[in-house]
C-alpha cells in the first residue's frame, strides 16, 4: 500500500480526472467570494448564459474595499460602492448566502469561513484571494485563485489545478515567553526566504505548531503564500475539533461523530516522503519584525540590520533598494527606532484571540503620543466578542478605539491608508512597497510587538514588558 501525506489524502480524494500530461480536475467543497475578484467572475457567467452550479456551496462578503468606520452609510468612495452593489446584486441572482454590511456574520472572507464552522478538515476549499491558504490550518487544502479560475468554480464547482510537490516544516520545542505565531511565520520565511516554497504545498508539523491554538495555526497558514507556496496546512487534532463543534454550519449529532471519525484519518502516514522538509528549533525564535519591503526581510528584534555582505547580483540590488525605501541602513539596530502607525488587524491578526493580545498588553498603559493607532476586528463576532469581554474598555483607557471590520490598512484599497514616508508597524501579510498606501512603510510584526510600539512610540521588544522571559 502507497504511504502518503496529509495533502495527497485530500488532493487525491477530490481529483474528478486526470489529464494526461496537463492539471488534474480538482472538485471544489466550498468556494469563498469577496467584492473584488467576482464581479467579472459573474459577468462571465451571464455573459455565457451560466448559472451558478451549487449556490449552496459559496458564501461571500465584502471585505477589501469596505470602510472601517459609519458602515451603516453609504460608501463613498465610488469603485468601493460599485463593487459591493454588484457583489449584492449577484448573490441575490444566484441564490449566494451574502453575509453584507451590518450583516452579524460580516468580516474578512478568511476570518468568517472558520468562525462559521464552513472551513472543516479533509475539504478543498478556494477564493479570490491568496491568502485563502488561512484555512489549511484545519487540515484542508486551501489556496487563492485568479478571476478566471473563480468563474470556472462557479460554473462547475471544479478547478483545473496542477498537483504541487509536497513540503514539511516541523517547528520542535516550546516557544519562549513573549513569542508567537506570527513570529514563527516570519522566521520560517526569513530562513527559506519569499521563494523558498515556490510549487509546494507546505504541512506543518512538530510539537510547537501543535502547541498552538486554532488562531495561531490559521495565522501561520496565512503566512504560507509569503513563502512562494501555494498554500500551507496542519493536520486536525483535538484542538481542531474542540474550534468547530457547535459553530453555524459544523455537523450536528450523529453526523458530528461521523465527521470526526474521518477527520481523524486525515494525517501524514508515519513513512510517507515529503519533496523538502526543513526542522526549526522553537527556543531558536525571538519576536520578529520586518525592516525591509518583502516578509522575508525579516530578523529578531533585537538583532541589528543584516550588513548583506552574503548577497550578491539582484538580491544585493533588492536588498539596498529595500532599506533605501525604507529610510534604513545596513547593520543599524531595529530598536528605539520611532514609528508613527500600528495596525492591528486582517485576515492574519484580526481574531479575537489577537485583540486580547494587544488589550491585555496595554491594560494600564497609554498609547505614546504621535502615534495613530487602528485596531480592527476581522468580523462583526470578532466585534462583538471585544464588546461582550471588556476589551473596548481597556483600549478606550489606554486611548486607542476599535473600528469596524474589514481588510483596513492591510492593503491600499480603502480609506484606511497610511501616509508617504511614514513608519506603521502592522500585524498584517506583506511589507511591498506601497502596499498600506503610496511611499508608506510597513515592518510586519505580531499584535504583543505592535502592542509595545503603539505605548512607546518607537521598535521595541515586547518581552520588556514581560516578567521572566
Not at 472538485?27 to 451560466?50: K, M, N, Q, W
Not at 462559521?116 to 487563492?144: E, M, Y
Not at 515592518?443 to 515586547?462: C, E, F, K
Request: hydrophobic content about 35%; some cysteine.
Amino acid at each position: 500500500m502507497t504511504t502518503k501525506t496529509l495533502f495527497d489524502k485530500i488532493w487525491d480524494s477530490h481529483v474528478v480526472q486526470q489529464v494526461e500530461g496537463g492539471p488534474d480536475v480538482l472538485y471544489i467543497d466550498r468556494h469563498l467570494v469577496h467584492e473584488v475578484t467576482s464581479p467579472v467572475a459573474f459577468l462571465g457567467l451571464e455573459t455565457r448564459g451560466l448559472k451558478v452550479f451549487r449556490p449552496e456551496n459559496t458564501i461571500a462578503t465584502p471585505d477589501h474595499n469596505v470602510p472601517t468606520i459609519n458602515q451603516h452609510m453609504t460608501i463613498q468612495e465610488e469603485l468601493s460602492r460599485h463593487q459591493v452593489d454588484m457583489l449584492t446584486r449577484n448573490c441575490e441572482k444566484h441564490g449566494i448566502q451574502l453575509c453584507g454590511l451590518n450583516h452579524p456574520w460580516h468580516g474578512i472572507v478568511h476570518v468568517i469561513g472558520p468562525e462559521l464552522g464552513i472551513t472543516q478538515p479533509g475539504r478543498t476549499i478556494v477564493c479570490g484571494d491568496s491568502h485563502t491558504s488561512t484555512h489549511g490550518a484545519f487540515g484542508a487544502i486551501a489556496f487563492g485563485i485568479g478571476t478566471s479560475e473563480v468563474e470556472m468554480v462557479l460554473a462547475s464547482q471544479c478547478i483545473l489545478q496542477p498537483k504541487p510537490k509536497r513540503m514539511r516544516i516541523s517547528v520542535e520545542g516550546t516557544l519562549k515567553k513573549g513569542v508567537t505565531a506570527k513570529d514563527i511565520a516570519l522566521y520560517i520565511i526569513s530562513k527559506i526566504s519569499t521563494s523558498g516554497g515556490t510549487g509546494h504545498f507546505i504541512e506543518y508539523a512538530g510539537s510547537a505548531i501543535r502547541s498552538l491554538s486554532m488562531e495561531g495555526r490559521m495565522t501561520i497558514c496565512n503566512m504560507s503564500i509569503e513563502s512562494g507556496a501555494r498554500g500551507g496546512m496542519i493536520a486536525p487534532d483535538e484542538t481542531t475539533f474542540n474550534y468547530i463543534k457547535g459553530r453555524e454550519y459544523a455537523p450536528k449529532g450523529e453526523e458530528w461523530d461521523k465527521a470526526v471519525a474521518y477527520w481523524n484519518t486525515l494525517k501524514s502516514d508515519e513513512d510517507a516522503v515529503f519533496d523538502t522538509e526543513y526542522t526549526y528549533d522553537a527556543a531558536d525564535i525571538e519576536p520578529m519584525i520586518t525592516y525591509g519591503t518583502n516578509p522575508g526581510m525579516g530578523t529578531g528584534i533585537t538583532r541589528n540590520i543584516p550588513l548583506g555582505d552574503d548577497l550578491a547580483g539582484s538580491d544585493k540590488l533588492t536588498f539596498e533598494k529595500s532599506l533605501q525605501y525604507m529610510g534604513y541602513h545596513a547593520g543599524e539596530r531595529l530598536l528605539g527606532k520611532p514609528i508613527d502607525y500600528v495596525f492591528v488587524g486582517s485576515c492574519t491578526n484580526g481574531r479575537i484571540e489577537d485583540l486580547r493580545a494587544f488589550a491585555g498588553f496595554i491594560r494600564g498603559k497609554k498609547k505614546a503620543p504621535g502615534v495613530t493607532a487602528w485596531i480592527v476586528p476581522g468580523s462583526k463576532q470578532v466585534e462583538k466578542a471585544a464588546q461582550e469581554e471588556g476589551l473596548i474598555d481597556i483600549l478606550n483607557e489606554a486611548g486607542f478605539e476599535l473600528r469596524q471590520p474589514g481588510c483596513s490598512a492591510c492593503l491600499a484599497m480603502n480609506d484606511d491608508k497610511i501616509p508617504e514616508g511614514k513608519y506603521a508597524v502592522s500585524t498584517s501579510n506583506r511589507n511591498f512597497e506601497g502596499r498600506q498606501g503610496p511611499g508608506a512603510r510597513t515592518l510586519l510584526a505580531s499584535p504583543l510587538t505592535a502592542a509595545a510600539a503603539a505605548v512607546t512610540g518607537m521598535i521595541t521588544d515586547p518581552r520588556e514588558f514581560l516578567i521572566d522571559y
